[in-house]
């Protein structure tokens, strides 16, 4: 059958690389989390001291380096996943942490960070038979992918379960940040200049607040199957 390309936006945390990564498991396609390459470029600009004490960015220095940022996934055997890598090292569990989520959205706002990794995802797309899940991947990325999929919830529901995953891995986890940081991620995303979040207009919108992760899974598969005929 011939592959597609399918694009998962929407806001921070509502479920996205959980619906996206299911899919491509169960119909053999390659998955890229691309939130992950922002934060793997976030990370590298943390570790290079890039901040400043007020939270800015020193963009110079980040635009320099940004040509020896090499940003690599590798399937995890034991969680079926893949794994980020930035510059050869594994970075999976770093750039999860709270300081990465913290500083990830005015980097990624940034017009030559977003062109760069922009042009890998492309690239990654080429040959078809992925499943991409991001903010701009209908948008900017694939504006032609043949099944776009806008997901949204409410931004308690979402931080909840960022919360309960923090928890089940035993990572300190705080209610009211995680809520704070869920909706400064929002707002920043969706007001940059540069391909703001937003629902692509021909893109299905979910809203999973009150649905199961089963029921979410059984959703995507539906749609899929009524797009390809598969
Ligand atoms: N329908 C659901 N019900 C309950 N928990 C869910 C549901 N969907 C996803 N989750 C859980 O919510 C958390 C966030 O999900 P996920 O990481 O897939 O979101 P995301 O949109 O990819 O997030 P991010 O924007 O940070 O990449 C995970 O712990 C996941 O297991
Ligand atoms: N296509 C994308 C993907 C992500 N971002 C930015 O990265 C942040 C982290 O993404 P997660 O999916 O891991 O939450 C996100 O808040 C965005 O700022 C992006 O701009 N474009």
Redesign the pocket.
């Known amino acids: 059958m011939k592959k597609i390309t399918i694009a998962i936006?929407g806001f921070?945390?509502c479920g996205?690389?959980t619906m996206a990564k299911d899919l491509a498991r169960e119909i053999g396609y390659i998955y890229v989390?691309?939130?992950?390459?922002?934060?793997a470029v976030?990370l590298f600009a943390m570790r290079g001291g890039m901040f400043g004490a007020d939270g800015g960015i020193d963009t110079a220095a980040l635009e320099a380096a940004m040509n020896g940022i090499v940003i690599s996934f590798r399937l995890n055997e034991a969680t079926g996943c893949p794994d980020t890598y930035l510059n050869g090292e594994l970075v999976e569990k770093e750039?999860?942490s709270m300081e990465v989520?913290s500083h990830?959205?005015?980097?990624?706002?940034l017009p030559f960070v977003?062109k760069a990794?922009?042009a890998q995802?492309q690239k990654m797309g080429e040959e078809k038979g992925i499943v991409?899940?991001?903010?701009?991947?209908g948008t900017?990325?694939f504006p032609d992918a043949e099944l776009k999929v806008f997901v949204t919830a409410s931004a308690r529901v979402r931080a909840q379960r960022r919360f309960d995953e923090l928890r089940a891995k035993g990572m300190p986890a705080d209610f009211d940040d995680i809520l704070k940081n869920v909706e400064q991620?929002?707002y920043?995303?969706s007001h940059?200049e540069v391909?703001p979040?937003r629902k692509a207009d021909d893109a299905v919108e979910l809203d999973n607040s009150t649905m199961t992760i089963a029921e979410q899974k059984a959703w995507l598969m539906d749609i899929f199957k009524e797009r390809t005929g598969a």
Request: glycine share 4%.
């Open positions: 936006d921070s945390s996205k690389s989390d691309t939130g992950a390459m922002y934060r976030t750039i999860r989520s990830v959205s005015p980097v990624a706002a977003r990794l922009v995802q991409m899940d991001g903010r701009d991947i900017a990325v991620r929002d920043i995303d940059r391909s979040l």
